[in-house]
Every structure is written in C-alpha cells, then in structure tokens.
C-alpha cells in the first residue's frame, strides 16, 4: 500500500508534504550493491523488532564483543565512546515485511533523510523489497555515470 503526499485542502498553491520518505537512485543503487557482496551482519531480536549491526567501514568486520560494548558500556573517554559509535551503525527492523520503510538507523544520513543506504540493504537482503530494474544497471565495484540513466535497446539489436 502506498501512501500518497497530502495537501492542504484551503489553498490553491497548497505545499505538499509526504508521509513515508523519498528513497533515490543511488541508494537504491548501493544497497543492491551491498546485497550482492553478501557481507555478514549481526542481528539480535527483541520482542517484535530485529536490530542489525552493520559494520560502518567498507572492509571492517564486527564482533559479538563490539556489539555488546555497544549497547552496555559506559565510556570515561570520548576516544573511546567516538571509536565504538562510529564503527557500527545499528539497524533497527520490523519483524512485520509491509512496516520497513518505518525502520530506523543510526547513522547521519538517516537523521537528515529519514532514510538511508542501511535500511534498504537490509530490507533487499530479507527481500521485504525489490529494487527497480535500473538499480540493477550498474556492476559492483563501478560508480553510475552522471545523468539520466539510458533506457533499455529493443532486443536482437547490435549496441
């Protein structure tokens, strides 16, 4: 079910405003990427959600004992609080499929966009969703093009 953006119903140049966040391109991009490389996460449920860690650099992997620093610890240093926070970001999902765009993440682009790269690999490896076709144009390890995205050549035809 999709939500669609509502209007005040008053006005004639009535400002729009949406409900569920605008997922892009190129995050629908890097999570299919990120899916395909098939890195390993760390998940833990708790009553109805799931939350999963995800290490925050590209080729660091996680332990059980960074996971559990993260929730229990009590930091004397900010060094120490800076090194532990910024390596994990922390996923937290919905057991429910219909409910993960409602899923929260801790790293800085969801609090600006109520939406991250997080969410979306997350919810493409459960396969709680399905990326768009163009996601899917682009081969792992190379950046898109600027631009518009070329549609697709009729079939048969030499490119």
């Not at 995800?54 to 009590?74: D, L, W």
Request: include cysteine; hydrophobic fraction near 30%; glycine fraction near 4%.
């Amino acid at each position: 079910m999709v939500k669609r953006a509502k209007s005040y119903p008053t006005r004639a140049n009535a400002k729009k405003f949406e409900h569920e966040p605008q997922i892009t391109l190129s995050c629908w991009t890097d999570g299919y990427k990120w899916v395909k490389l098939n890195k390993e996460i760390i998940s833990i449920s708790k009553e109805d959600k799931t939350v999963y860690y995800i290490p925050a650099a590209g080729g660091v992997e996680i332990t059980e004992k960074e996971v559990n620093c993260y929730e229990t610890c009590r930091f004397n240093l900010f060094d120490t609080y800076k090194s532990v926070y910024l390596n994990i970001w922390c996923v937290c999902l919905s057991d429910n499929p219909e409910e993960w765009r409602t899923a929260t993440c801790t790293c800085p682009a969801f609090l600006k966009n109520y939406i991250c790269k997080h969410v979306i690999r997350i919810s493409i490896r459960l396969k709680y969703c399905k990326p768009p076709p163009e996601a899917k144009n682009v081969e792992v390890g190379t950046k898109r093009k600027r631009g518009r995205p070329s549609k697709a050549r009729k079939a048969l035809l030499l490119q």
